[in-house]
């Protein structure tokens, strides 16, 4: 009996393997894992892993970036540069602003912008306007790069922010002029509350590492959406 299964199951195999061959059947590119990511591309379980593909193809990164639809993010690719002696920075682009605006531009590792993207136009304002009735028009930060360790601490590995792979974001600026404010709003029971609790839950499927006000006191006024990690979320 035992043979018998693994016989019907290894014709199961060839059977699939032929149809896909054949194009009877397809994978939608948003679930296929070695299809090229696009901006448009619906979210799937598959796409975090395909933007932790993109950390080492540059070429790739960019092709993604270029495949937002007008509007969808001004930014300017970079050279390779060290802004800080010890802190070199490869594969990163200033992002200016797009559908939202920021407080300020900032330079950010490739993939954390294509990251950025994807959350903004499919967990951000989508939870905007189910808990709002608004859309987010601007973005409050405290930055992207900086050359230091975690927590500043000396024998500390070397933070997110000394490659431009993690964002940290304060606020959020609606349509109707109001301001939610990770600082002053979380852990609320009204809709303020809800939409940032969504938000921080929306970003888990995409960035890497996505830290709030429950990890500790550090994060207590912004959430840090860092690259490094698979939904590592708290």
């Known amino acids: 009996m035992k043979g018998f299964w ?50 080492g193809d540059r070429e790739a990164c960019r092709a993604v970036l270029a495949s937002a639809p007008p509007g969808t993010l001004n930014y300017a690719p970079l050279a390779d540069y060290t802004p800080v002696a010890g802190c070199p920075l490869d594969n990163v682009v200033r992002v200016r602003g797009g559908e939202v605006g920021f407080n300020a531009s900032f330079v950010a590792s490739c993939p954390l912008a294509v990251a950025w993207v994807l959350f903004e136009r499919y967990r951000l304002q989508p939870a905007a306007e189910a808990h709002l009735g608004a859309r987010v028009v601007a973005v409050q930060h405290y930055g992207s790069f900086a050359c230091r360790n975690i927590y500043n601490r000396k024998n500390a590995p070397r933070s997110e922010h000394a490659t431009a792979e993690a964002l940290d974001v304060a606020a959020f600026r609606l349509t109707d002029g109001r301001r939610i404010s990770v600082l002053d709003d979380w852990g609320g029971d009204d809709a303020a509350g809800e939409f940032l609790r969504e938000a921080q839950s929306g970003a888990c499927g995409l960035f890497g590492t996505v830290l709030g006000p429950e990890y500790n006191a550090a994060h207590a006024n912004h959430f840090h959406f860092g690259m490094r990690g698979m939904s590592f979320c708290r």
């Open 6 to 55: 693994s016989t019907a199951f290894l014709l199961l195999l060839i059977a699939v393997g032929v149809a896909f061959d054949k194009g009877v059947w397809t994978i939608p590119r948003e679930w296929n894992p070695f299809a090229p990511l696009t901006v448009s591309d619906p979210l799937t379980p598959v796409t975090q892993w395909k933007l932790d593909r993109l950390k």
